[in-house]
């Protein structure tokens, strides 16, 4: 009498462990790859300006290092060395965030969601997208200061940076 009831329980029970191991399979998967992702998208950026004289380096979590060349004083004017320290830090921003984003998309392209198979659980599309903002914007160009406020135009203030020493 025990065998009338037993055989289909114990079928029930078979693929109920199948479909667990299924989940905790997809789970594991999706951790694994979460993990290389975040090793990934961590990984140092480091960007040039055009004129060669700034080097930044950072993450998406920021800025870690800003390294001028030693001539660029005597290769730029301050208003110029600005501009190129604003363009790497714009340029270190948008590559860290488009490798985070490469980083991440393994994650929301061939695996399954996690509502998908459980009901009720929360989205790990929805996680990352959270996590992963969009590049941020290109700044706008900075306004010069009017002529009459200034004392030196910069070609007088370029030659006093490139005809004398810093130390006397």
């Given at each position: 009498?025990?065998?009338?009831?037993?055989?289909?329980?114990?079928?029930?029970?078979?693929?109920?462990?199948?479909?667990?191991?299924?989940?905790?399979?997809?789970?594991?998967?999706?951790?694994?790859?979460?993990?290389?992702?975040?090793?990934?998208?961590?990984?140092?950026?480091?960007?040039?300006?055009?004129?060669?004289?700034?080097?930044?380096?950072?993450?998406?979590?920021?800025?870690?290092?800003?390294?001028?060349?030693?001539?660029?004083?005597?290769?730029?004017?301050?208003?110029?060395?600005?501009?190129?320290?604003?363009?790497?830090?714009?340029?270190?921003?948008?590559?860290?965030?488009?490798?985070?984003?490469?980083?991440?998309?393994?994650?929301?392209?061939?695996?399954?969601?996690?509502?998908?198979?459980?009901?009720?659980?929360?989205?790990?599309?929805?996680?990352?997208?959270?996590?992963?903002?969009?590049?941020?914007?290109?700044?706008?160009?900075?306004?010069?200061?009017?002529?009459?406020?200034?004392?030196?135009?910069?070609?007088?203030?370029?030659?006093?940076?490139?005809?004398r020493s810093y130390l006397r």
């Amino acid at each position: 009498m025990t065998d009338d009831w037993s055989a289909p329980t114990r079928a029930a029970n078979d693929a109920l462990r199948a479909q667990i191991d299924g989940m905790l399979e997809s789970f594991n998967a999706e951790k694994s790859a979460l993990l290389e992702a975040r090793a990934r998208a961590t990984e140092l950026v480091t960007v040039w300006s055009a004129d060669g004289l700034v080097r930044v380096s950072g993450t998406v979590a920021g800025v870690s290092e800003v390294h001028i060349e030693p001539d660029a004083f005597k290769r730029s004017t301050p208003d110029s060395l600005g501009r190129s320290v604003t363009a790497a830090l714009t340029e270190l921003a948008t590559r860290a965030a488009l490798a985070q984003q490469e980083a991440l998309a393994p994650l929301t392209a061939d695996l399954p969601d996690l509502p998908d198979l459980i009901p009720g659980v929360p989205s790990m599309k929805d996680l990352i997208a959270r996590v992963a903002p969009p590049p941020p914007p290109t700044p706008e160009p900075v306004a010069e200061a009017p002529r009459g406020l200034v004392e030196d135009s910069d070609d007088e203030e370029g030659d006093y940076f490139r005809n004398r020493s810093y130390l006397r």
